[in-house]
């Protein structure tokens, strides 16, 4: 695992409980899971989202208070979903076991950022 050398936001998690299907925070500095941003009505229009909806892969470097740098490998697909306040779910295979918010995004919208 490589740590997180260009990071595109700042993110708040909050990790779902393993009785919730959650898991414990890893303990571990870096992560690598998958994204699925939450837009507004996916649970009551597509079949099976979270599971079903359109996932990015993302490094996580944790920081303190359950926050944690996030850099997306398909910067280009997820710039204009990064800002301020948008959340995403952390997934595990179809099992979401975070949710992320953004405090702060490093992107400029439609391409890279630093």
Do not use: C
């Not at 898991?23 to 941003?37: D, E, H, L």
């Not at 993302?58 to 710039?79: C, G, P």
């Amino acid at each position: 695992m490589r740590a997180v050398t260009n990071p595109h936001a700042l993110v708040r998690l909050q990790w779902f409980p393993p009785s919730e299907g959650g898991r414990v925070p890893p303990p571990v500095a870096q992560y690598a899971a998958t994204a699925v941003f939450e837009l507004g009505g996916e649970a009551e229009v597509v079949p099976d989202w979270p599971a079903s909806g359109e996932h990015y892969s993302v490094l996580l470097d944790f920081e303190a208070d359950n926050r944690a740098k996030a850099e997306f490998l398909a910067i280009d697909q997820v710039s204009e979903l990064l800002v301020e306040g948008a959340a995403f779910l952390v997934m595990e295979g179809a099992r979401a076991v975070a949710r992320a918010e953004v405090v702060e995004a490093f992107v400029e919208r439609g391409g890279e950022g630093g």
